[in-house]
DNA sequence: CTGAAAGCGCTAACAT
DNA sequence: ATGTTAGCGCTTTCAG
C-alpha cells in the first residue's frame, strides 16, 4: 500500500510569479484588480496559477487588507424554524459577494449574547444580528464598534430589517370580522420581543376599529407546550378565534384544541404568525406570512455597504411588509 | 452631538511590548506559550495587555502558524430540524477548544457540496462533513486533502460518527409485534440515502426474524407531503402499522391519517424516526431517538485530534446506539 | 528566561 | 501596464 504523503504545501503568489515570468505584484492584481492588467497578461497568468493549482491564501490577504473577508450571523437559536430561512439567504448573498459567514447561536441568552459578539469583533468585518435580546444601550455600543445590522429590532441609530407583522395581522382581524367573529384572544410571545408589541398592537388597533372584543393573553414562551396551555386560555376567554404570536404558539394551540375535543375551525379559528411551519400542521395553518428570507438577504446588503464604507448613513430602517395567506383554520364563527 | 472617532485601530504586540519594558517575542510567548517565561512577567505584560485591551490579531497568527483556529460544518440544509442539533453542540464544542465554526449549506446538491468543500479548503482547518451527499471517491479524494470527518455517512478509511438507528428500529418492531400487529409498512426515505438503508435492513430483519409480514414502500422525499401520501399507500398496502423514515414522513403520514379519517393509533399505528420534533404532533409521535448532538460533539473531537496530528489513524468509526421513545401513536392491532 | 531578526503570503504605495 | 519595496501582526529559530 502506497503511504500517505504528507499534504502539499499549497503554491504561493511567488511560485507562480517566477513561473509566469511577471512580478508577484501582477500576480496579485490578476487575483485582485485585473481590470488594471492587459488582457494577455491576465490570461497568461490564470493559466499558469491553475495549472499549479494556486489559490490566494485567505489569512495572508486578510493581514494585508485588514479585511476578514468574513461576516457573522448571529441568532437566539439555530434550532427554532424561524431562523435558518434568514440565515440561509444571509449566507448565500455572503458568500456571493465573497464573503464567508460564521454563524453565532446565543441560545437565548443575553450574557451569552454579548461575549459572542466580543469575540466575533476581532474575527469578522460585521456582524447581522438577529432579533437581538441585549437591552438597547449595549446594543447601541456594539454598533460604534463595528458594522452591525440588526433583523428584528428597532433601534434608532443603528441599520436594521423589520419583518413587519402589522399588516399581515390587520389582515388576520378583517379576515375573522368577516366571518362573523366577535370575540378575539391574542396569545402574546415572549415579553421582550419587539414582534410581539408589534403584532399585539396591529391586533389591539385593528379590532377596536372593527369593534371586535380582545382578549389579550399572558405572555409565552414561543413553543408547542406552551401553545397548548393556551389553547384553555383561549377558551376560558371565551373568545371564537385566536391570532398568535407564532406558529408554533399557534400548532400548540391546535394541539390544545384537539386534546379538549374543539374543532377547528368548526367552533375556534385559530391563525398564526410566521408560516414557518403552516404546510406541517393538520388542519393546514392560516397565518401571516413575513418575508424572512429577503430580510436575511438585505441585512446583508446593508452591512456590506457599511464593511465598504464605515461612514454611510446609519440610520436606515426597511419594513419588510407581509400578508395574510388563508388556509383551513379558520372558518364562521358558531 | 459628539461626532463618531474613526474607529480606534486595536493596539499590537508591539505596542504592548513597549508600554510594558519587554520585547515583542516575550507578549506573544504570554500568549501562546506562558509557560515558557517566569511568572512575574507573565503576570506584568498580561496586565498591561488587558489595560490595553490588547487581544492577539487572528489572522495574523494563522498566517505565522498555518492554523487558522477554524473548522467548518457542512450540512444538506440548515432548515431540516435533523442539523440544528448536531450544529449546535459542534459550534459549542469547537467553541471550548478555542476554534470557530463556519457553517455550510450545500443546499442538498452534490455540486454545491463539491464546491464549497473545496472553498473551505483555504479558510478552515478541518470540516465535519454531515450527510454528505457526495460520490464515496469524492468524499475519499477531499479527505486526503485535508482533516474530514463524516457524520452519518459511512466511508471506510475516513473517521466517522454514525447515528446508529438500527437498535431503536428493532426495539419499534418489538414493541408493535407485541401490541399484535401482523403487518407492518416502512416508508422508505432518500434512495440514497446511507441511514435509510440501514433503517429499512433493521426493519425487515426484525420483521423476519417474527414473522411479521413486511411492505417496503418506495423511496419518499423527507417531508410533510410525501408522509401525507404515504398514508394512502400504508392503507392500500394493508398494513396495520408504519415506521417512518423520519419524523417529517410520519407527522405527514399523521396528517394522511386525519384527513381520510382514520385513527391513529386506533387503527393504524405510526413510529417515526429522529425524535426531531415528535412532541410538537398530535397525538404526540413514538419515535426512535438518536443521538444526535453527541454525534456533533464526537465529531468535533475526532477532527481536533486530526487537526492536532495530521497522521492520526484515520480508520475510526463510532456508532451511537438509539432507542424507541414511546409516545402516543402506537396501540393494539385492531 | 528573554531579545533580535527573519519571515508567513499577500497588498499597496511609489516608481518606471 | 508592470515592477520594487515595504510592511500587515504575529511566531519562531537562534543567540545570549
Redesign the interface.
Known amino acids: 500500500m502506497a503511504r500517505?504523503e504528507?499534504?502539499q504545501k499549497?503554491p504561493t503568489i511567488k511560485v507562480v510569479a517566477a513561473a509566469a515570468g511577471v512580478s508577484t505584484s501582477t500576480v496579485s492584481r490578476v487575483f485582485s484588480r485585473p481590470h488594471l492588467l492587459k488582457e494577455s497578461t491576465v490570461a497568461h497568468v490564470t493559466e499558469i496559477a491553475t495549472r499549479l493549482g494556486y489559490?490566494p491564501?485567505?489569512?495572508?490577504r486578510?493581514?494585508s487588507t485588514g479585511r476578514?473577508g468574513?461576516i457573522a450571523v448571529v441568532v437566539p437559536d439555530?434550532?427554532n424554524?424561524f431562523f435558518?430561512?434568514v440565515?440561509?439567504a444571509a449566507?448565500?448573498h455572503a458568500f456571493a459577494g465573497g464573503f464567508?459567514?460564521?454563524?453565532g447561536?446565543t441560545d437565548e441568552d443575553p450574557a451569552k449574547e454579548l461575549d459572542l459578539l466580543v469575540?466575533l469583533e476581532?474575527?469578522t468585518d460585521g456582524v447581522v444580528l438577529v432579533s437581538s435580546r441585549l437591552p438597547e444601550q449595549a446594543v447601541r455600543e456594539r454598533a460604534?464598534?463595528?458594522p452591525l445590522v440588526l433583523v428584528n429590532r428597532d433601534v434608532a441609530g443603528v441599520p436594521r430589517i423589520l419583518v413587519d407583522s402589522a399588516p399581515g395581522m390587520r389582515e388576520a382581524v378583517d379576515h375573522l370580522a368577516a366571518l362573523g367573529h366577535r370575540h378575539l384572544a391574542y396569545v402574546s410571545g415572549p415579553a421582550s420581543s419587539w414582534s410581539d408589541e408589534q403584532r399585539r398592537r396591529a391586533v389591539q388597533e385593528r379590532c377596536a376599529a372593527l369593534g371586535v372584543t380582545t382578549t389579550v393573553l399572558r405572555p409565552h414562551r414561543p413553543d408547542?407546550?406552551e401553545g397548548r396551555a393556551a389553547a384553555a386560555e383561549i377558551l376560558a376567554a371565551g373568545a371564537t378565534a385566536a391570532i398568535a404570536f407564532d406558529d408554533?404558539l399557534a400548532?400548540?394551540a391546535?394541539?390544545g384544541m384537539?386534546?379538549r375535543g374543539v374543532a377547528v375551525p368548526g367552533e375556534v379559528s385559530i391563525v398564526g404568525c410566521d408560516d414557518i411551519l403552516a404546510?406541517?400542521?393538520?388542519p393546514p395553518l392560516t397565518t401571516v406570512h413575513g418575508r424572512t428570507a429577503e430580510a436575511g438577504r438585505l441585512a446583508v446588503d446593508l452591512l456590506l455597504e457599511f464593511v465598504e464604507d464605515?461612514d454611510g448613513d446609519r440610520d436606515r430602517r426597511h419594513l419588510l411588509p407581509s400578508s395574510l395567506v388563508l388556509r383551513a383554520t379558520t372558518g364562521r364563527a358558531p
Chains 1, 2 share one sequence.
Open positions: 500517505r504528507g499534504r499549497a489559490v491564501h485567505h489569512a495572508a486578510a493581514l476578514l468574513m439555530i434550532a424554524p435558518p430561512p440565515i440561509r449566507q448565500a464567508s459567514t460564521v454563524l447561536d469575540k476581532q474575527r460604534e464598534r463595528g408547542h407546550d408554533a400548532q400548540g391546535l394541539a384537539a386534546e404546510v406541517r400542521t393538520y464605515h
